[in-house]
C-alpha cells in the first residue's frame, strides 16, 4: 500500500491545492482506481476527479461526485461527505441549476460545521455568498462572507481570507453600499499583497475598478483596470486579460468615447475562448451597447437578445433583468413606446424576487418616461410614484449616483426623442414632396393641353409683342443715352469736388509750414530794419486770415488721401508735414487702421484730430504732440498727448473756447466720448471715443 499512498499524496496533495485540471493528475487517479478499496481514498480519488473533469465533461464529473458521496456517506466519512457536496454544489451552480445548488453547498456548511474545520467552513459560506451573488441575493451573499470571515478570525493573512474581503467588497458595491464596499477591497488588497498574491491583487483591482466606475471615477477606473492587465499579462492568464479589455471598453463607453471602447471589446472579443459563458454574455451585450450607441438598432437587438437567452440558461435573472432594461431602451430611442414599457415590464419581472435596489429604480424610472411619452398619464404617474420611494431605500451615495446617471439618461433620452420626431418631419416632407410632385405634374399637363389649345392666340399676340418689344428697345436705347449724360455731368462735378479738395487741402498746409516759418522768423524780428516792420505785420495778418479761410473750405470738403489711401496715410502725412518744421513735432503711433473704415467717418474723424492738432499749435505753446490712433472691433479710440502750458478745462468751458468747442461738438455727432486732463503748467491730454456703426 505505500506505493499506492504516495501516489495518492502526489494526486491530491499539490495537485489538488492548484485546482486546475492536469490530464496526469486525473490518468493518475484513474489508473489507482482499481487497486483501491471502498474507503476514504476511493472517496478522496473521486472527489478529485469530479473537480479535474468539471468544466472539460461535467457528466463524467457528476458521476464521481455523486458515487463519492454515495460511498463517503456509507462509510461514515465526513470530510468526503463535504467536499462530495461541494463538488456537486459546483457542478449544479455552473449548469445554472441555483437551487440545487443551494442545497449541496448548505449540506456542505453543515458537514463542515459538524467537523470544526474554520478554513473548509470559511470555504463554504464563500461558495453559498457567490451563489447568492450570482442570483442577485445580494443581502445573503454578505451574510455568508461576513460569517466566513468570522470563522477565519485572528490576524494571520491567508487566501481565503483575502477572497471573501474581496467578495464581500462586491456585494455591498451592488447594493449601493460604497463606503464599506471601499474598506472590504482594500483589506482584500492588503492582504494579496501581504501574500505575494499576484493574480488575486489583480482580481481584487477589477472589482475596485468596477466601484470607481459605478461612483464615476473613470479615471481613478481605467488606472485599476490597467494594473490589473499588467498582471494578468505578466502570468500570461488569458482570461484576466479579457476580463480587463472587457471592464476598459465599459468605462470607454460610459465616457461617451465609443471608438475606444469598440476597439478595447474587440481585444476582449479575441480573447473570449478563455472567457467563462457568464463573462462571454457580458461581453456580447457591451458589444450591443456599442452598436446601439451608433444607432444600429436592429443589429444590436440581435446581440441583446442573444446575451439574453445566455444568461437565462445560466439561470441569471439579474443580468436578464439588466438586458431587457437595454432592449426596452433601443425600443424607446426608435419611439416604439409601447414596446419598450413591455420590455421595462419584463425586466420588472425579473427583478421581482432580487435584491437589486438601483437597478430596480432605473426600471421604473424607465417605465415612467415610456408611459410619459404613450401620453398616459396614469401609469406614468404610478411608476414615478414607484421609482421615488425605491429611491428613497437607497443609501446617499448610491442616491447621488443614480440621480447623476439618470439625469444622463435623460438627457440622451431626449436627445433620440428628438431625433425620432425629426425623422418622422423628414418623412412627412417626403410624403408631401411625393403629394405636391403629382400636384406639379397634374397642373403640367393642364397647362400643356391649354398651351396646346391657345397656341394660334399665343402666336399672334407674340407678333404684336415683337413689334411693342422693338418700340421698347429704341426707349431702352434713348434712355441708355440720358444715363450716359447724367453720369457725364456727375462725373464732371465728382471731378470739380476732387480737384477743390486737392486745391484746398495742399494750400491749407502750405499755409500753415509759411505761418510756422514766419514764427520762426519773428523770433528775429529784431534785426529787421524798423521800415520792414509794417510790411511784415500785414502780410503775416493776411497769412492768418489766408489761414482760417482755407481751414474752414477745407473742413466742408473730402480728403483727397482718405479717399485713396485711408486714414492712416492722411494722419502720416500730416505728421510729416508739422515734423518738417522742425518747430513743432507729432509722434504718431496707430493700431488696427489698415482696415478700412467708411469714407465718411475716416474723414470726419481725421477733422477732429487735424482740429486738436491745430489747437496745440495755436494755444499750448508746445514743442511736441504726441498722437495715438487705435481701431478696436467696436470703437476707435484717439489720445492726444502734448507738452505745452496746459490749462483749466472748466476755466476753458465757461469762456467758451472756439478750438475746443469744435472738436466736442464734432465728437458728439460721432455719439462719442470726450475726456480732457489738463492743469496749468502740466500739458494736455484728450481722450476720445468713437463708437464704429455695424455699416462701417
Partial sequence: MKPLKYLLFIALGPMACLHAQDSRVADSLLQALPTLGRNAQRVDAWNELAFQFRNADAARA?????????????????????????????????????????????????????????????????????????????????????????????????????????????????????????????????????????????????????LYQELYNYAKAEECFRQALLIYRRLGQADGQAKCYNQLGNNAFQQGDIPASAEWYAQARALAGALSEHDKAILYRNLANVKSELQQYNQAREDYMASLQAFRKLNNPLEAASVLLDIGNIFFAEGSFGDAANYYQKSLVELDTLSAPQLKAKVLYSLAQAYSQKRDTGQASYYLSQFNQARNGLGQEANEALNFQLSLEEERREQEVALHRNKLQQRQKVVNFSVAGLVIL????????????????????????????????????????????????????????????????????????????????????????????????????????????????SHNLESGIIAKFGLQAQLESMAEDYNDTRQFAVELSTHGLKKRLNNTLEVRIYRIIQELATNVVKHARASKLTLQVNRFDEMVNIMAEDNGIGFDPEQIKNKGGMGLQNVASRVHGLDGTLTIDSAPGRGTTIMIDIPIPPES
Fill in 62 to 210: 457528476q458521476y464521481f461526485a455523486s458515487a463519492a458521496l454515495a460511498l463517503a456517506d456509507s462509510i461514515g466519512y465526513a470530510n468526503g461527505v463535504s467536499d462530495s457536496n461541494s463538488r456537486l454544489g459546483v457542478l449544479a451552480k455552473n449548469a445554472g441549476d441555483y437551487p440545487h445548488a443551494e442545497q449541496y453547498y448548505l449540506q456542505a456548511l453543515s458537514a463542515r460545521k459538524a467537523l470544526g474545520d474554520s478554513a473548509r467552513i470559511a470555504q463554504a459560506c464563500n461558495n453559498l455568498g457567490n451563489l447568492y451573488k450570482l442570483m442577485g441575493q445580494y443581502e445573503k451573499a454578505c451574510r455568508y462572507y461576513a460569517e466566513g470571515l468570522d470563522w477565519l478570525a485572528g490576524p494571520q493573512p491567508t487566501d481565503e481570507k483575502a477572497k471573501l474581503h474581496n467578495a464581500l467588497g462586491t456585494a455591498h458595491f451592488r447594493l449601493g453600499q460604497y463606503e464599506e464596499a471601499t474598506r472590504q477591497l482594500q483589506q482584500s488588497l492588503d492582504i494579496r499583497s501581504l501574500l505575494e498574491d499576484e493574480a488575486g491583487k489583480a482580481a481584487t483591482l477589477l472589482n475596485w475598478g468596477n
Fill in 442 to 553: 397634374w397642373l403640367s399637363l393642364m397647362v400643356a393641353l391649354l398651351y396646346a389649345n391657345n397656341n394660334r392666340k399665343r402666336r399672334r399676340i407674340a407678333e404684336q409683342n415683337e413689334k411693342i418689344a422693338l418700340q421698347e428697345v429704341k426707349e431702352v436705347i434713348g434712355n441708355k443715352e440720358l444715363d450716359r449724360a447724367y453720369a457725364f455731368i456727375e462725373g464732371q462735378d465728382d471731378e470739380r469736388k476732387r480737384i477743390a479738395r486737392d486745391l484746398h487741402d495742399r494750400l491749407g498746409s502750405m499755409l500753415s509750414m509759411i505761418k510756422l516759418n514766419f514764427t520762426a522768423v519773428d523770433e528775429r524780428m529784431a534785426e529787421i530794419q524798423t521800415e520792414n516792420r509794417q510790411q511784415y505785420d500785414k502780410a503775416n495778418n493776411l497769412l492768418d486770415e489766408a489761414c482760417e479761410e482755407v481751414r474752414r473750405i
